[in-house]
C-alpha cells in the first residue's frame, strides 16, 4: 500500500496532474489526494487548479462537474462505474417533459445530477448552499427543484417555500432506520444527531444540526459536545475523527443492516488505489461531456459558484 502510494504521488508530479477526493473515498484515497472535500469545495478547487490532468476521486457527476468548469483539460475517474442512485433517479427525458409542463417554474438542480439535467437548468447547488440560494429567489418566482426530495423538503421547511420536487432520492442516506436511531440515542443519551440533508424528514428532524459532509466536519469541531451520532455515509468518519480524536463519533443505524452500523456507498467504493494508480498510468477513463451540453451546463454552475462567494 505504501509503495503505491508513493508511485501515485511520483506519477502526478512527473503528469502535473491534482487529485481531488470527496470525504466518502478510503481512508487510502483521501490520504494520497492534494484535496479532499464536500461537493461545493471540491467544484471551487476544479475552478481554480492549473494542472493539466484532474484525477477525480468521487462519482461520475463530480467528475463531469469538473469537466464542465475545464472543458480543455483532461479529466479521469478512476471506475466509471462510480454511479449515483440520486442522479439516475431524474432521466433527462423525463426531466424535460416536466419543465416543459411548468414553463413558469424556475429550475434549481442539486449538483447531484447528469450534466445533461445541469444544462436543463438556471441554477445549480449543493447541500451546502441550497437554502441560500433558493432564498436569493423573489418569492414571487416558482421554482422546480430536483432531483433529491429531501433536501426539497428541507428547504422548503427551512425557507418557507412550496417548491415543486422531483421523487429522487440517495439510497444510502434514506437507507437510516428512525427506530434504531431513537434506541441508539438512549444508549447515548449526551450525543448530538447530526445529518446529511439527502436523509428523510423523520431524522432530519431528530437532528440538533444538518449540512453538507464539510459543515458536519465543522460543525463537530466547533461544538462543545463530545458525542456526537453521525447521519451520513462512513466514510466521513476517517477525516472527521481526525478533526477532533478526543471526541466520541457513532454512526447512524440503517434499516436493513444488522451486522454493521454503518451505511456505504457503494458508488463512492468503488474507486480503489490501485485504480487510482492505474488511471493515472493510462490518463483513463476519460470524462467527456459533449461541447453543446458544455456550454448549457456552464451557466447555472457559473450562477452557484459566484452566489457561493458573497
Ligand atoms: P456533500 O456535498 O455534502 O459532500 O454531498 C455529496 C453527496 O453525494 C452526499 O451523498
Ligand atoms: Fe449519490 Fe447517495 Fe452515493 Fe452521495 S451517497 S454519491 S447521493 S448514492
Known amino acids: 500500500m505504501e509503495i503505491l502510494k508513493k508511485k501515485i504521488l511520483a506519477l502526478k508530479k512527473e503528469k502535473n496532474a491534482v487529485i481531488l477526493a470527496h470525504y466518502y473515498q478510503e481512508p487510502a484515497i483521501q490520504e494520497i489526494a492534494d484535496y479532499v472535500g464536500d461537493s461545493l469545495g471540491l467544484s471551487q478547487e476544479a475552478e481554480r487548479t492549473a494542472a493539466s490532468i484532474i484525477l477525480f ?17 483532461k479529466v479521469i475517474l478512476p471506475d466509471l462505474t462510480a454511479g449515483c442512485s440520486l442522479a439516475d433517479s431524474c432521466p433527462p427525458s423525463l426531466f ?21 439535467i445541469k444544462a436543463m437548468s438556471d441554477i445549480v447547488c449543493t447541500s451546502s448552499n441550497a437554502v441560500k440560494i433558493v432564498q436569493s429567489v423573489p418569492k414571487n418566482i416558482p421554482i422546480i427543484f430536483a432531483p433529491d426530495k429531501n433536501l426539497g423538503n428541507y428547504i422548503n421547511q427551512q425557507t418557507g417555500r412550496n417548491m415543486l420536487l422531483w421523487d429522487g432520492s440517495c439510497i444510502v442516506h434514506e437507507a437510516f432506520s428512525l427506530e434504531k436511531l431513537i434506541a441508539l440515542h438512549k444508549q447515548h443519551p449526551k450525543a448530538e444527531i447530526i445529518a446529511h440533508p439527502e436523509s428523510e424528514t423523520v431524522i432530519l428532524e431528530t437532528a440538533a444540526y444538518v449540512g453538507s459532509t464539510a459543515g458536519m466536519i465543522t460543525h463537530v469541531k466547533n461544538s462543545p459536545k463530545t458525542e456526537f451520532i453521525v447521519g451520513t455515509e462512513a466514510g466521513i468518519l476517517y477525516k472527521m475523527q481526525q478533526e477532533v480524536p478526543d471526541k466520541l463519533l457513532i454512526p447512524a443505524p440503517s434499516k436493513e443492516d444488522n451486522t454493521c452500523a454503518c451505511s456505504e456507498c457503494a458508488f463512492m467504493k468503488v474507486n480503489t488505489l490501485q485504480k487510482v494508480y492505474d488511471c493515472l498510468v493510462h490518463e483513463s477513463p476519460e470524462i467527456t461531456v459533449p461541447e453543446s451540453v458544455i456550454k448549457k451546463a456552464l451557466v447555472p454552475i457559473t450562477r452557484m459558484l459566484e452566489l457561493s462567494k458573497s
Do not use: Q, R, W
Request: glycine share 2%.
Open 96 to 116: 424535460k417533459k416536466f419543465i416543459e409542463a411548468h414553463p413558469d417554474h424556475l429550475v434549481i438542480t442539486y449538483v447531484n445530477c447528469s450534466a445533461e
Open 57 to 73: 476521486a468521487g462519482v461520475h457527476f463530480m467528475a463531469e462537474t469538473a469537466k464542465i468548469l475545464n472543458p480543455n483539460k
